[in-house]
Nanobody
Framework: VQLQAYGGGLVQAGDSLRISCTDSRRAFSVLAMAWFRQPPGKDREFVAAINYRGDRKLYADAVKGRFTISRGSTKVTSYLQMNNLKPEDTAVYYC?????????????????WGSGTLVTVSS
């Protein structure tokens, strides 16, 4: 498994952005996928998680109703659609994955991690 996150950038408050994460080795052993983020000067925090079929999703309270996690048809890619972005969403976003088919919220629950992609939201 080799995860690569991409799609970050600089946007204005209220804009939308979609970031993606792909298992470039297409291991197909990855079942649950998740997004975490680390704001400047703060600890890493959970954002969203999804199981293999995409019928179980979890969201942090701070992003409910604004962010949507999904998976591509081949299941090796996860997407995080972010709408109505706020300056407090500024962070490095990391994708994570695990062989267990349960969307979970703790970083310790995920075996595989990708490099981060920076999302900056200006006010």
């Amino acid at each position: 498994v080799q995860l690569q996150a991409y799609g970050g950038g600089l946007v204005q408050a209220g804009d939308s952005l979609r970031i993606s994460c792909t298992d470039s080795r297409r291991a197909f052993s990855v079942l649950a996928m998740a997004w975490f983020r680390q704001p400047p000067g703060k600890d890493r925090e959970f954002v969203a998680a999804i199981n293999y079929r995409g019928d179980r999703k979890l969201y942090a309270d701070a992003v409910k109703g604004r962010f949507t996690i999904s998976r591509g048809s081949t299941k090796v890619t996860s997407y995080l659609q972010m709408n109505n972005l706020k300056p407090e969403d500024t962070a490095v976003y990391y994708c994570a994955a695990d062989d267990r088919n349960r969307p979970l919220t703790r970083s310790d629950d995920y075996s595989y991690w990708g490099s981060g992609t920076l999302v900056t939201v200006s006010s």
